[in-house]
C-alpha cells in the first residue's frame, strides 16, 4: 500500500515534531554523559535514559524517511 503524497501542513508538523525530538535526543544525550561519569550513578537510571534515547532515535527516523520517502519505494 503505497502513501498519499504528505500535503504542505502535514510536512510542517513532521517537521515542528522532529524538531522537539531531535532537541529531547540531544538533552538526553548530555544528560547520559554527564551521569557516566559518576561511578556511583544508579545504572538502572543510567539504562532506562538510553533506552529513551534509543526510541527517539527510532522515532525521528521514521519521521525523516516521511519526509524524504525512497525513490526506490
Known amino acids: 500500500m503505497t502513501e498519499l503524497p504528505l500535503t504542505e501542513e ?3 508538523q ?3 515534531r522532529l524538531h522537539v525530538l531531535e532537541i529531547e535526543h540531544h538533552d538526553l544525550d548530555d544528560v547520559i554523559n554527564r ?3 559518576n561511578p556511583t550513578q544508579d545504572r538502572l537510571q543510567l539504562q532506562r535514559l538510553k533506552k ?4 527517539l532515535k527510532d522515532q525521528i527516523q521514521k519521521l525523516r524517511a516521511r519526509l524524504i520517502p525512497d525513490m526506490l519505494a
Open 10 to 12: 502535514e510536512k510542517a
Open 14 to 16: 513532521i517537521r515542528s
Open 35 to 37: 551521569l557516566a561519569e
Open 52 to 55: 529513551r534515547k534509543l526510541v
